[in-house]
Nanobody
Framework: QVQLVESGGGLVQAGGSLRLSCAVSGRTLSDYVMAWFRQAPGKERERVSTIAWSAGYPYYADSVKGRSTISIDNAKNTVYLQIDTLKPEDTALYFC????????????WGQGTQVTVSS
């Protein structure tokens, strides 16, 4: 059974940085695409960033492009999302998810970690 456990969220002032972690357990996801989504109250879920576990090819939504970095630590089986220059509009519940390469549906989801950015 695959489990994704996010951590690293918290309360931070605008302009600060956070590094979110997504620890993967159960089995390796080398044939998967990993993603970070976020959802703010009253807003639709937004796909923030993705990366193919083996091939890379990072993608960033326009809302975080230029101030975010997605990465994978194979030794720790963990996916990271670093967000710099945080803005109040980055406030949301951030989720980690995984889908098999070639599929469009994300089949594994974490419980989320809350990020709150104060102005």
């Amino acid at each position: 059974q695959v489990q994704l456990v996010e951590s690293g969220g918290g309360l931070v002032q605008a302009g600060g940085s956070l590094r979110l972690s997504c620890a993967v357990s159960g089995r390796t996801l080398s044939d998967y695409v990993m993603a970070w989504f976020r959802q703010a109250p009253g807003k639709e879920r937004e796909r923030v960033s993705t990366i193919a576990w083996s091939a890379g090819y990072p993608y960033y939504a326009d809302s975080v492009k230029g101030r975010s970095t997605i990465s994978i630590d194979n030794a720790k089986n963990t996916v990271y999302l670093q967000i710099d220059t945080l803005k109040p509009e980055d406030t949301a519940l951030y989720f980690c998810a995984a889908r098999f390469t070639g599929r469009t549906t994300y089949e594994f989801w974490g419980q989320g970690t809350q990020v709150t950015v104060s102005s």
